[in-house]
């Protein structure tokens, strides 16, 4: 619902339409009628009686009457059906309690509440950037533009009905004598319409128009002014009314009308600056005081003379009040400082989300349906937004990333842009951002950036940006698919060497894929040591086992990873490694890796549930689709594989979890080529959260290893993604219920020698595995050829 600017000439076009129409037909039914009755009688008397005259005259006086009574009885049940049926929807639509909301659109997420149970509570209320509107109560309004606005639209509100017969009659009258004459009997036309009436037209957008219609909108129209007035008290009609009158440009309501134009609060302004707003709002083109200031002061010392005729100001106030220039600010652009709002970088995921939704499913089944036409009705709309965010979680993650001790700031000095070489050179600094799913698929908590949030729906790093994975995508198709397939269980043995690829001049690399160390064991390696240990070479392996392009289609079709490239992608380097042609966001990778936390299932991601008008009507719901993407066994296997990452000797980000004893936790780190990118995927029982870190313009952080590293460096960081983890995880899940992963009856525990990945015998080196239930195993023969202590 849009607002309009409040008018006060409806009832005049309407009295033109009426009086056309009656000129136009004979009055209705009555000449024929008498023609009718009199006419037999004629050829057979030629003398007529005077009585006989007089009777014919009664007969087809009464004959009149009749008809006009019927005429009469018919078309004021045909009125009275046409209100009762155009104002079924009054009592909601004009509730001027919740006219506030109507117009906005509030963001509400669960909480639970002191007896356990889940209840919506508001999250955040949205500002339009572009609608400039803000409620104030009536008695912060100044009594100045009460009495302006009320001198000269309608000096009789506290008084009438809702409705002023006189003034409808008056202008009635007015308007036919301009038709007959030219001009008006005042010298000018009459405002028919009361405060109520302008109130109405401002709350339903109805226009008028011409015609029957016209005239049945105004008797509407009439209809509802009074229940109106029956309903509300004059002080709730006034208040409504001055915050929904429309002013110049988006400028709606009194408050944001001083604001704009006098740079202060509706309590504050002078007589004169309640009578320059009043003047605004019959036209607000014609009388915009900063293109047509000297029309609007005349109106607005119109508007002064009334106030002090009708005793709301002193003679002398008023002469005070006309020799006041009008003493504008600046003007400013829409974006006024008194409506900024902060949104959370949820609220500006959940916006966008909405907006995404609106656009792609037209709930309205409007035509001309656009981004530009979704978002507005979003801002003004009086949407309510039954969100997924986790406060606990949201706040967490923002104290965290507000402090952003995890992550050093490497700053780079006069970085000039290679792809803008126009570009002056500056500092640049590192960035990061976080995100926390549940396993509902429900976006619970995200940060697009480090510091203080600057600007509403700037850059989301956390939803938005796309970056290369590097290692976190082994977790995403190659080790999943290896043990689903059955190709690998937890400690099958593969090489620890370069794969053999094309160099592309007909010879063949042996220096791919590098590990992270620089170096290869060139032995066999179990599964288990090389994912704890991030090991691309056999990784690589058994992404080449699976296939490129069977691990393609279930990253993009099982899991709905939207930003693969089908021709660039299907390959062991962007599968395996990440090194996909555009990337992931981090809540994108999160939504990948929550399989491994709900038993190989995978959920829509969403960070909303449902949207409704502010009358109830639901408009959005969302569609929330479960998948199972691997099996229950496998996953549990994997679970356990990314377990060893943060607990195990050798893990990628050992030592850096949560509380073990409150909740278990598993995850995976990623880096690209230089240090570029710095990825981490955590989960609990609870939450998956995926973290980014480092320039926005993709530059490598060289001293990353000087500030982290991965092995015992004693005095220096841990991984900061993991480190993050670990804080936010404790902070949100401190108090909370332990939740655990429970084995499933599909898999086993099992010993296997560490050096042959085997059933162990006598001299074997020992570790515990988790396999399928039925897997066929070797037994070591105890022969550890590739152990280098053998
Ligand atoms: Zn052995």
């Known amino acids: 619902m849009r607002m309009r600017r409040a008018g006060s000439t409806f009832g005049r076009r309407l009295i033109i339409e009426n009086n056309k129409n009656g000129a136009q037909r004979p009055a209705q039914g009555a000449p024929r009628g008498a023609q009718g009755s009199g006419g037999p009688r004629r050829n057979k008397k030629k003398k007529m009686t005077a009585?006989?005259?007089?009777?014919?005259?009664?007969?087809?006086?009464?004959?009149?009457?009749?008809?006009?009574?019927?005429?009469?009885?018919?078309?004021?049940?045909?009125?009275?059906?046409?209100?009762?049926?155009?104002?079924?929807?009054?009592?909601?639509?004009?509730?001027?309690?919740?006219?506030?909301?109507?117009?906005?659109?509030?963001i509400y997420s669960q909480q639970i509440n002191d007896q356990g149970q889940p209840e919506w509570v508001e999250y955040q209320r949205l500002q339009s950037p572009e609608e400039n509107r803000i409620w104030k109560p009536l008695n912060?309004?100044?009594?100045?533009?009460?009495?302006?606005?009320?001198?000269?639209?309608?000096?009789?509100?506290?008084?009438?009905?809702?409705?002023?017969?006189?003034?409808?009659?008056?202008?009635?009258?007015?308007?036919?004598?301009?038709?007959?004459?030219g001009s008006y009997l005042t010298g000018s036309q009459l405002g028919a319409s009361t405060i109520e009436q302008q109130l109405i037209k401002n709350i339903t957008g109805e226009d008028e128009s011409s015609g029957i219609e016209g005239y049945a909108r105004k008797v509407k129209e009439i209809f509802r002014a009074i229940a109106l007035d029956n309903?509300?008290?004059?002080?709730?009609?006034?208040?409504?009314?001055?915050?929904?009158?429309?002013?110049?440009?988006?400028?709606?309501?009194?408050?944001?009308?001083?604001?704009?134009?006098?740079?202060?609060?509706?309590?504050?302004?002078?007589?004169?600056?309640?009578?320059?707003?009043?003047?605004i709002t019959k036209n607000p083109s014609r009388f915009n005081p900063y293109t047509n200031?000297?029309?609007?002061?005349?109106?607005?010392?119109?508007?002064?003379?009334?106030?002090?005729?009708?005793?709301?100001?002193?003679?002398?106030?008023?002469?005070?009040?006309?020799?006041?220039?009008?003493?504008l600010v600046e003007k400013t652009t829409d974006e006024n400082a008194a409506v900024q709002t902060d949104y959370s970088w949820f609220t500006d995921q959940v916006i966008s989300e909405v907006i995404d939704?609106?656009?792609?499913?037209?709930?309205?089944?409007?035509?001309?349906?656009?981004?530009?036409?979704?978002?507005?009705?979003?801002?003004?709309?009086?949407?309510?937004?039954?969100?997924?965010?986790?406060?606990?979680?949201?706040?967490?993650?923002?104290?965290?990333?507000?402090?952003?001790?995890?992550?050093?700031?490497?700053?780079?000095?006069?970085?000039?842009?290679?792809?803008?070489?126009?570009?002056?050179?500056?500092?640049?600094?590192?960035?990061?951002?976080?995100?926390?799913?549940?396993?509902?698929?429900?976006?619970?908590?995200?940060?697009?950036?480090?510091?203080?949030?600057?600007?509403?729906?700037?850059?989301n790093r956390g939803t938005e940006m796309e970056r290369q994975v590097g290692s976190t995508m082994k977790g995403v198709a190659a080790y999943p698919l290896g043990i689903d397939m059955d190709l690998i269980n937890y400690s099958s043995v593969l090489m620890d060497d370069y794969f053999p690829i094309s160099d592309g001049k007909g010879g063949t690399r042996t220096d791919w894929p590098s590990n992270w160390s620089g170096r290869y064991s060139h032995s066999m390696t179990t599964v288990y040591e090389a994912l704890k240990q991030s090991l691309n070479t056999v990784a690589v392996r058994v992404g080449d086992m699976v296939t490129p392009r069977t691990m393609f289609e279930f990253?993009?079709?099982?899991?709905?990873?939207?930003?693969?490239?089908?021709?660039?992608?299907?390959?062991?380097?962007?599968?395996?490694?990440?090194?996909?042609?555009?990337?992931?966001?981090?809540?994108?990778?999160?939504?990948?890796?929550?399989?491994?936390?709900?038993?190989?299932?995978?959920?829509?991601?969403?960070?909303y549930t449902s949207v409704r008008d502010y009358q109830g009507n639901e408009i959005l719901e969302k569609d929330i689709v479960t998948t199972q993407a691997i099996g229950e066994d496998t996953a549990y296997i994997m679970n356990r594989l990314l377990h060893s990452v943060l607990f195990d000797a050798g893990g990628t980000a050992r030592g850096i979890h949560p509380d073990a004893n409150i909740m278990d936790s598993i995850g995976k780190t990623g880096t690209t080529n230089d240090n570029k990118d710095v990825w981490f995927v955590g989960l609990t029982p609870k939450y998956v959260m995926a973290t980014w870190y480092g320039y926005d313009e993709n530059e490598p952080m060289d001293d990353y290893n000087n500030y982290y590293i991965y092995k015992n460096k004693g005095s220096q960081k841990g991984h900061p993604g993991a480190s993050a983890f670990a804080e936010v995880m404790d902070t949100v899940q401190a108090d909370?219920?332990?939740?655990?992963?429970?084995?499933?009856?599909?898999?086993?525990?099992?010993?296997?020698?560490?050096?042959?990945?085997?059933?162990?015998?006598?001299?074997?080196?020992?570790?515990?595995?988790?396999?399928?239930v039925g897997v066929t195993r070797g037994v070591c023969a105890g022969i550890h050829a590739t152990d280098p202590a053998a």
């Not at 606005?149 to 009905?161: M, S």
């Not at 390959?571 to 996909?580: C, E, K, Q, S, Y």
């Open 555 to 607: 990253a993009r079709d099982t899991l709905g990873i939207t930003t693969l490239d089908e021709n660039s992608d299907v390959d062991l380097a962007p599968m395996v490694l990440g090194a996909t042609t555009t990337g992931l966001s981090p809540y994108e990778l999160a939504g990948a890796y929550m399989m491994y936390g709900d038993g190989g299932r995978m959920t829509s991601l969403h960070s």
């Open 231 to 279: 309903r509300f008290s004059k002080e709730e009609i006034l208040e409504a009314y001055l915050n929904t009158i429309g002013l110049t440009g988006n400028t709606a309501g009194v408050e944001a009308g001083a604001n704009q134009y006098f740079g202060k609060s509706a309590a504050d302004v002078t007589i004169a600056e309640a009578a320059s707003i009043a003047a």
């Open 357 to 459: 939704d609106l656009v792609a499913e037209n709930p309205l089944g409007r035509e001309n349906w656009d981004r530009k036409a979704a978002s507005d009705y979003l801002y003004n709309g009086g949407l309510r937004i039954y969100a997924t965010v986790d406060t606990e979680v949201q706040t967490a993650l923002e104290n965290v990333w507000l402090e952003g001790k995890y992550w050093e700031s490497m700053p780079i000095e006069n970085y000039d842009d290679p792809n803008n070489p126009d570009d002056t050179p500056r500092t640049i600094t590192t960035q990061a951002a976080g995100v926390v799913i549940n396993y509902k698929g429900e976006l619970c908590g995200v940060v697009g950036g480090l510091g203080q949030k600057t600007e509403n729906r700037g850059f």
């Open 51 to 106: 009585g006989r005259v007089l009777g014919a005259i009664m007969r087809f006086i009464a004959s009149c009457l009749c008809v006009c009574i019927i005429l009469g009885s018919v078309a004021a049940v045909a009125v009275s059906l046409y209100v009762v049926k155009e104002t079924q929807g009054d009592s909601d639509l004009l509730d001027l309690t919740q006219l506030e909301l109507a117009y906005t659109t509030i």
């Open 293 to 327: 200031p000297e029309e609007h002061l005349k109106r607005r010392d119109d508007i002064i003379l009334f106030m002090q005729q009708q005793g709301y100001i002193t003679q002398a106030e008023a002469e005070a009040a006309w020799a006041t220039p009008l003493n």
């Open 140 to 181: 912060e309004i100044s009594p100045y533009i009460q009495h302006a606005f009320v001198a000269v639209e309608d000096e009789n509100f506290y008084t009438h009905p809702g409705f002023s017969f006189k003034r409808t009659v008056l202008a009635a009258i007015n308007e036919v004598f301009r038709k007959l004459t």
């Open 736 to 772: 909370d219920e332990i939740v655990t992963w429970d084995m499933p009856e599909t898999v086993e525990k099992g010993a296997f020698c560490t050096i042959s990945g085997d059933i162990p015998t006598d001299g074997c080196p020992r570790g515990t595995g988790y396999y399928k």
